[in-house]
């Protein structure tokens, strides 16, 4: 029997591609996607897809509502989401401590299926500047998550593998295209309409439409 | 104006006492409490009451379905909330990564509120053994939240305050008291009724009834 992973899995380029990697790296995979109030939480829908096509044996979707916290643009209505402006600022599009609360599901997940791999497709190269996109914080994560459980406890060490970490979005590209993902089906757009179509004009747009580019491929993104 | 704190407060002995600790430390206080799929949610409609007699900037409820994850007699149908042993083993009432998840929503919710102190009732002396309930983790959260928010990488520090950490049950009481805590209103039982009633054989009860003994005061909690 293979060894279980949990996937933080959005349904975007990155954490498609992740999932790819996991799977090609011998795990069972398990796939965990967050309902945080998102504005493109159509992603969802995208991801429940995509899940079925690689073969997880469980997609769990779990809800948890951060736009009720407020303070990004990602999840709050009193706020518009940005173009791209490509300075050094941490955009509105940050959500405070996103990653910790979604790194601290997947590991309650992976201690009850007595997995000790998550996968999470963070990348610190062309990205937004996010603090918890960072090798060291995913290194202080993996410290937390052997102190903070049962397993932990019992001499067991969790594994946060974040493959795409130093990857430029034109190498990840790559890597996921041998591992023969349909981009078409991710959605990574901020602003995403309810058939998944982007927008083109934000961050996350102006990263896949670069990578693309710099990978020399067309670009297989639907845009309104 | 008071600097503002986030207060993970469950509504039960140990959070009311750290929330009247939080204020009487001078501190405006933001109360959260988290409905997770917990047997027990009962507790959360004591919270409310209390909140309001403790005069909080806000009570927050933030719904994360826990039992979806599964693995916790606290959470899962599946799995009885068993009587106190009295061993050394953590018991199934443990949760995976629950103050891990609780923190995280608690950080979350500060950097928004341009907060740099979180309280949580966390106990290492009159407890079941959580491994999250114990200094070395408190602290190895206190330096993640430093690397996983904007408001850290901008310099700011976050403070995980623990006042409870190493008291006894007893201790935390008479701190209570002195702060004219009524603890009738607080429930701590693992399979509270509808009525908040609690049922004495749990570790909760148990831990909870030893510290009214130990502390020589009449036990105000009402029982099934």
């Not at 007595?114 to 610190?124: L, V």
Request: hydrophobic fraction near 40%; charge should be neutral.
């Amino acid at each position: 029997m293979a060894k279980k992973a949990v996937i933080l899995f959005s349904g975007g380029l990155d954490s498609t591609t992740c999932l790819a990697i996991a799977k090609a790296e011998g795990f069972d995979c398990y796939a965990l996607s967050i309902n945080y109030g998102q504005k493109h939480s159509i992603e969802l829908e995208n991801a429940k897809r995509i899940a079925k096509t690689m073969d997880v044996v469980e997609h769990k979707i779990i809800s948890l509502n951060l736009s009720e916290l407020g303070g990004s643009s990602l999840t709050s209505g009193d706020i518009n989401i940005p173009d791209y402006k490509g300075d050094k600022a941490i955009p509105t599009t940050y959500v405070p401590a996103r990653n910790t609360v979604f790194l601290s599901i997947a590991l309650g997940w992976a201690e009850v299926l007595n997995s000790f791999d998550i996968y999470i497709g963070a990348n610190d190269v062309d990205y937004s500047g996010y603090p918890d996109c960072r090798p060291v914080y995913i290194q202080a994560f993996e410290n937390l998550a052997k102190l903070a459980t049962k397993a932990g406890v019992e001499g067991k060490n969790f594994h946060i593998h974040a493959p795409l970490l130093r990857l430029s979005k034109s190498e990840i590209i790559k890597v996921g295209m041998k591992q023969g993902i349909d981009y078409k089906m991710t959605v990574s757009c901020y602003r995403a309409n309810s058939k998944g179509e982007a927008c083109g004009q934000c961050d996350s747009c102006v990263y896949r439409i670069k990578g693309f580019n710099e990978a020399g491929l067309s670009d297989p993104t639907l845009y309104m």
